[in-house]
């Protein structure tokens, strides 16, 4: 093994387990099976689809007194993501005198399992539900396992299950006071290393021979720092794309940077005008800010993905990506949101719709990174839509998905901004559709001058989810539907 100088430690159970020799990109799930053994965790898709490979992730309170967890396709989060961390696989759920956790007895009682390869995962999926609602309801149940696929049974016991197990006074928490102490002596420094010059040194998890590495700062300037060295490093937020790269792709970065641990980057601050979400913000929070006031971007975001893809993706890592179907692209443009992008102590504003310039390509120069997104408030007036057509209508990647804004003064449509992916090289406005709509009534929109102006915008092309005369069917009808009412 020609690989490490470092340790990854993290809390299991009550102890502190000390990965040594392994590499950068192992997963998870692979050290959890060949190295822990414990096999309960299985291995369906290796891409985060199929949810067989669910554990929970925990991190300690802001109090010190308890762990937060959220759960996660351990298929796609890499090893050293764990260090200061504790996870619960499902073995970690039998009690001291052998008893199963209420989800587990429920399952049996219910016949909630057949063939049994998914269930570990989908058990987990429902014990994180029940650590944070103890009485959730069948939507809020069936959200839940919408990343957890069973091809045996159907779902019917396995919701029955989950109400049964929610019984009045049933143990549903975990008990993990023996974690606490643990994580409190494992957990990172949360201030930087300085050298006897005052220059910050950004200390790896993880070092091969070769100098590659996997570092975990805890501040922006770390990043910002360790970004101007090494400008063609990977970050590393969520996972769920570079998981899939080191999964299919067998990619091995050189320099990977994990932001899950820069405080300043998950925050969220409310002004007067909006919201400022730091590039680490996970896609569920940002569909628990957007809910209220945008309900038709918090159901994109929750047809984006199951929730522990949501748990951990973020929405600069969707940004960053740049994925021509890139969902929550088309509602930030329509909504006229910036981002926030930074380099060394430097940052600069670029609004979202002139950040790409082209298939994968953007404004972003080398060293800088996106630091926050800032979000407008609905002005005074303003109607905002949005909807994603797919395939499946449940995790599927998009066909198109449209948004807009606009108002209506004395009956016309006034201040349009309508935006797509999907219909070219990278997310973008729809200017000539726009003109066809500002200063019209809803009813005096033609559908031959939309189809006119999506032809006169886009290349027609065909792919792998619809041909383009479905697509471009799809963007006018989307229009048509959005100013109806």
């Known amino acids: 093994m020609t690989q490490v100088t470092n340790t990854v430690r993290f809390v299991l159970d009550g102890q502190i387990v000390e990965a040594r020799g ?20 299985k291995e369906g898709c290796a891409e985060g689809d199929c949810g067989a490979c669910v554990v929970m992730v925990g991190t300690l309170n802001a109090a010190g007194t308890g762990v937060d967890y959220v759960a ?12 200061g961390k504790s996870v619960k696989t499902v073995e970690s759920l039998q009690r001291a005198d052998g008893s199963l956790h209420p989800v587990q007895q429920a399952m ?3 016949h909630g ?25 069948r939507q809020t149940i069936n959200d839940a396992l919408s990343g957890n696929l069973c091809r045996c049974t159907g779902y019917k016991p396995i919701v029955d299950a989950t109400q049964q197990a929610c019984r009045p006074g049933a143990p549903l928490k975990i008990d993990d006071s023996a974690d606490v102490p643990l994580l409190k002596e494992i957990q990172r420094d949360t201030q930087p290393t300085l050298s006897l010059d005052g220059e910050i040194i950004v200390q790896p998890v993880v070092r091969t021979r070769k100098g590659n590495e996997f570092v975990s700062p805890a501040t922006l300037a770390e990043v910002a720092h360790y970004l101007q060295t090494y400008p063609q490093a990977t970050l590393l937020a969520g996972s769920t794309e570079i998981g899939l790269q080191v999964n299919k792709q067998f990619s091995r970065p050189e320099h990977i940077v994990y932001l899950g641990l820069v405080q300043e980057l998950q925050r969220i601050d409310e002004t007067p005008q909006g919201w400022r979400i730091g590039a680490a913000v996970s896609l569920e929070r940002v569909l628990s800010l957007v809910a209220p006031v945008y309900p038709d971007f918090a ?26 179907i890139g969902d929550s692209m088309p509602c930030l443009m329509a909504l006229g949101a910036t981002l926030v992008l930074r380099r060394g102590d430097k940052t600069r504003n670029v609004p979202l719709d002139q950040f790409y310039t082209g298939q994968k390509k953007n404004q972003l120069q080398a060293g800088e990174f996106i630091e926050a997104i800032e979000l407008p408030k609905p002005a005074v007036g303003q109607v905002f839509r949005a909807h994603k057509v797919s395939k499946r209508f449940e995790q599927d990647i998009s066909a198109t998905c449209s948004a807009i804004t606009y108002r209506l003064q004395g009956g016309k449509l006034s201040s349009v901004k309508l935006a797509y992916n999907g219909l070219a090289p990278a997310p973008c406005r729809a200017p000539k559709l726009e003109a066809v709509l500002e200063g019209k009534s809803p009813a005096d929109v033609k559908a031959a001058e939309l189809d006119a102006a999506i032809a006169a915008s886009f290349t027609a092309r065909d792919g792998l989810r619809a041909t383009w005369a479905y697509r471009s069917l799809v963007a006018r009808n989307l229009v048509l539907e959005f100013i109806e009412q």
């Open 22 to 41: 392994e590499r950068r990109t192992t997963t998870v799930l692979d050290y959890l099976r060949e190295q822990l053994h414990r096999t309960g965790t």
């Open 72 to 83: 996660v396709n351990s298929c796609l989060q890499l090893l050293p993501t764990l260090d």
């Open 108 to 110: 049996v009682d219910c």
């Open 113 to 137: 399992s057949q063939c049994g390869f998914c269930t570990p995962g989908i058990v987990m999926s429902l014990v994180h539900l029940v650590q944070r609602n103890t009485q959730p309801d």
């Open 299 to 324: 159901e994109v975001l929750r047809r984006f993905g199951s929730p522990p893809i949501r748990s951990t993706a973020t929405l600069a890592g969707n940004i960053a990506n740049g994925s021509p």
